[in-house]
């Protein structure tokens, strides 16, 4: 990059805990990570999953200059995107937007979850297909249907970087045992649509539950066990289902 041209994207990875919801009695424990995302000539942005801690969000991307124009979904579950989970209200989108009147993009098959889990109207929602395209100023955000942690889960590619929310973490990946949680799904999610990204994409979970904050889908092909996984019967075996027998 030449001196004094601006920067091509401006990108914020925000642990909660650490630079955000430094005072939540619960959010450290969780360890989600939240993103703003921005255009550095027309200085919006859009936070991919608010929750925790809306205003230290939205303030973080102010103080930078940053106006924000929406949210970014990966998935309905609370502590991505606010709601009642085990009896602890954590805030999210319905807090962003009594902040900011702001569009919510929701994958098509989790926009009616996102409504029932944080009460927000449909008006609010806009929902996206497989790889819809959102413009951000020069940016330009590519929506991945990615199910298996839910119906709807969804990651978002941002040049060579790749915003997985609950569907791939550094080692790992996303429980299948919750309710709309399907093994197959992610089985095929995985190894089928992830791991024919390019191996210089750089990986950034919904969590920090590995032994670092971000990765590569070359690192992870070569040392995560749920990108090795060769047939679906070991896939069955990996997560402990059954393994149906041959005909």
Request: hydrophobic share 35%; aromatic share 8%.
């Amino acid at each position: 990059m030449s001196a004094g041209r601006e920067p091509e994207i401006y990108f914020k990875q925000l642990l909660a805990g650490r630079q955000v919801a430094t005072r939540h009695p619960v959010a450290g424990q969780m360890a989600n990570f939240m993103y703003v995302i921005g255009d550095p000539v027309k200085k919006e942005a859009v936070i991919v999953d608010p929750a925790w801690d809306v205003v230290g969000l939205l303030d973080t991307a102010r103080t930078d200059g940053y106006d924000v124009v929406g949210a970014l979904v990966t998935h309905y579950h609370p502590d991505h995107i606010g709601g009642d989970m085990f009896g602890l209200s954590v805030e999210g989108i319905a807090r962003l937007l009594e902040q900011a009147s702001v569009p919510i993009y929701v994958n098509k098959l989790e926009g009616d979850g996102v409504k029932m889990v944080t009460g927000v109207s449909e008006s609010d929602l806009r929902r996206m297909d497989n790889e819809d395209r959102l413009e951000l100023g020069e940016q330009e955000i590519t929506f991945l249907h990615t199910p298996g942690h839910t119906p709807g889960s969804q990651c978002f590619l941002i040049g060579d970087r790749l915003v997985a929310g609950d569907t791939l973490f550094v080692q790992g990946c996303g429980r299948v045992d919750l309710p709309g949680g399907d093994p197959e799904q992610m089985y095929y999610t995985l190894t089928q649509r992830l791991a024919k990204l390019p191996a210089t994409t750089v990986l950034f979970p919904g969590h920090h539950y590995g032994p670092t904050e971000t990765s590569t889908i070359g690192a992870e092909l070569e040392l995560n066990p749920y990108m090795r996984v060769r047939s679906i019967d070991d896939w069955r075996r990996l997560m402990g289902y059954e393994v149906p027998p041959p005909d």
